[in-house]
């Protein structure tokens, strides 16, 4: 179906709250050219934050009703891209509204187990690609430039929330272990999100610590519960030894290092230390594992198995250069004595020789 934007859409808000809309929306279903529609209604309205978000929660409305639909998988790939621009455009458009409909979007996805199929898998990866791109955007946004006013209340409880989704999606799709590429989009979200938290936001955690000690902390204890849950996952699939995972991985776990050593830096900025208490973890084997914020037993340990093996590889060589002394000493040795050992066998020849002259000389005499 195919519609000319300019004739048949008028350009006002009562048009989107009218029945009308809600009809044509009807003609579409969530696999046809739908995102499309969406997508030029939104560029025509971008500006206008009043009729944009009417826009979004018309769109989720109309997701939220073909969500079997969505849920169920698609049966080809141009059917998840019609699905990611719709993803993309709801975020676009939903300004204020984006914590509410992202709360929404995990809630509906941790309802249903999606394990039949990877049809299934496909459509939850998708979700779950551009929900942690979002969240990234986000804090990304929420950190201010050089020089810029601001009011850190604000930022601070803004990013709060996005840490809070963050670890809300990574519960989520803990148990989904079985599903097909799940735990490679989120090491792959996850990166990023990471990344920009740790050399970002803790920059200006570093800024305003002092002043905003429990906001700060209670953000610091929401990220660092999902900590041990990304280091288990980094394990797994680093025994694994998957290509599309190692190189994502040291990348990750560098990161998650650095989150301990800049949070121990925190703790140095006041006089009493951060009272974090014991958190529970579980690993993917499901086993629990209990750490504290930081230092953390479970850094504490992978710090002196690193000196060990620093250890282990100094002997190595040690022992190496030693062998190799040890050879080299040897071989002198040898040398040595084998010279030693010429020396006499000559004298001795040498003195048979001369034995055998002074014998002919007598038998001359006598002669």
Known sequence: M????????????SFFKSEKFFSLIQTFSISSNFADLLFTITHLYKN??????????????????????????????????QLGKMIKIIFELANENIFEIINK???????EPFNIGTLKAQTYTTYLKYILEELNKMIIKLIPTKNAVYIIDNRLELIGKCVEYFTKILDNTSRFANLKGVHTTVLKGSKAFIQTFVLKAMRL???????????????????QSQNIYLQSLCDHHKIKGEKQTLKIIPQIKKHLDMFVSKVSKLNSMVERRLKVSKLEHKTLDGHILMSQMVPTEFYNTEVIEKKKRRKKR??????????????????????????????????????????????????????
């Open 48 to 81: 206008n934050k009043e009729i944009s978000k009417e826009i979004s929660q018309i769109i989720f409305k109309f997701i939220e009703k073909n969500w079997d639909e969505a849920k169920s998988g698609f049966k080809s790939t141009i059917r998840s891209i």
């Open 2 to 13: 195919n519609i000319n934007l300019n004739e048949n859409i008028p350009l006002d808000i």
């Open 105 to 111: 979007i995990i809630e509906e996805m941790g309802k």
């Open 314 to 367: 100094k002997k190595k060589k040690n022992s190496h250069h030693k062998t190799k002394k040890s050879r080299h000493n040897k071989s002198k040795s040898n040398k040595k004595e084998n010279k030693k050992e010429d020396k006499k066998e000559n004298k001795k020849e040498n003195k048979k020789e001369k034995k055998k002259k002074i014998r002919k000389k007598k038998k001359k005499k006598r002669k």
């Open 205 to 223: 955690f570093q800024q305003h610590f002092v002043a905003q000690e429990t906001k700060i902390t209670e953000i610091l204890k929401t990220f």
